[in-house]
C-alpha cells in the first residue's frame, strides 16, 4: 500500500483529501505547520507528497527545495495562488505537478494514481546490466540514473533526466508540448502544459554552453522542440 504525506494547515481540506485517498486504497498522513510536515518527510519513509504552499511556521517553495534535495519521491504541490511565476518557482524546485485550488478531488486522486505508477517503473530497474546512451558529448546511464554532459557529472530532478534521455533517444524528431507532456507525465486531460516549457528550461541550463543558443534541444516555433545532432 502506497503513503502518502499531506502538508496542508487548512483540516477540512486535508480531511477530504485523506477520506478520498484512503478510499482508493492508499495510506495518508496529515501535517498541517510547514516544520513538522518538512520533518515527517525528511525521517518517514512515503511514496509521495502533497505540499501546500501557504503553510504556517514554513512555506511550501522551502519544504520543496529541501525534499528535492534528499529524495526523488514526487512532489504534487497545491495552492490557491493561479500565477504563472508560482507554478513555475514550484516546478524550478522540482515539484512534479501543480494543482490550483479549488480542484475536484477525484482530479486529485488521478493525478496521485499517475505520477506513482511512472515513478514505480522507474525504480524497478533492472541492475544486471546498465543501459547507457550517449549522444554529442552527452552520456546518460539510465540504469544508475545518471547523466554527464562533456565529462562532467549532472544532476538533475526525476522529470528532468525523463524527458532528457527521451529526446536523446528520439533525436531530429519534432515533439509538441502536448506529445511531451503525454511522454513523460503519463497524462493527457489532466495537468499543465506549461510543466514541459519549465523543464526544457531547466535542462537546457544544465547541458547547454549558452542556454539562450541553445544547441542541442531547439525550439522549433510553432511547432514544439527538437534534439539536434
Not at 4 to 16: F, G, R
Not at 51 to 75: H, N, Q, S
Request: hydrophobic residues 40%.
Amino acid at each position: 500500500m502506497s503513503k502518502i504525506l499531506i502538508i496542508e494547515d487548512e483540516e477540512s481540506i486535508a480531511n477530504l483529501e485523506k477520506d478520498y485517498l484512503e478510499i482508493s486504497g492508499f495510506e495518508v498522513d496529515i501535517e498541517t505547520d510547514g516544520r513538522a510536515g518538512l520533518a515527517a518527510a525528511l525521517t518517514k519513509e512515503y511514496d509521495l507528497y502533497i505540499l501546500d504552499l501557504m503553510l504556517p511556521g514554513m512555506d511550501g517553495f522551502d519544504i520543496c527545495r529541501e525534499i528535492r534535495e534528499r529524495k526523488d519521491t514526487p512532489i504534487l504541490l497545491v495552492s490557491a495562488k493561479k500565477d504563472d511565476i508560482d507554478k513555475i518557482r514550484g516546478l524550478g524546485l522540482g515539484a512534479d505537478d501543480y494543482i490550483t485550488k479549488p480542484f475536484s478531488p477525484s482530479e486529485l486522486v488521478a493525478r496521485v494514481k499517475a505520477h506513482l505508477a511512472r515513478y514505480e517503473r522507474l525504480i524497478k530497474t533492472d541492475f544486471r546490466k546498465n543501459d547507457v546512451v550517449e549522444i554529442r558529448g552527452i552520456k546518460i546511464d539510465k540504469t544508475a540514473r545518471r547523466a554527464w554532459v562533456n565529462g562532467e557529472e549532472v544532476q538533475f530532478t526525476s522529470k528532468e533526466f525523463d524527458l532528457l534521455t527521451f529526446f536523446v533517444e528520439n533525436p531530429n524528431r519534432v515533439f509538441s508540448k502536448e506529445e511531451l507532456f503525454r511522454e513523460i507525465w503519463n497524462m493527457e486531460s489532466i495537468g499543465d502544459i506549461a510543466t514541459v516549457t519549465v523543464h526544457i528550461k531547466k535542462i537546457r541550463e544544465k547541458i547547454e554552453y549558452d542556454s539562450s543558443k541553445p544547441q542541442y534541444i531547439e525550439t522549433i516555433w510553432g511547432v514544439g522542440y527538437r534534439f539536434k545532432i
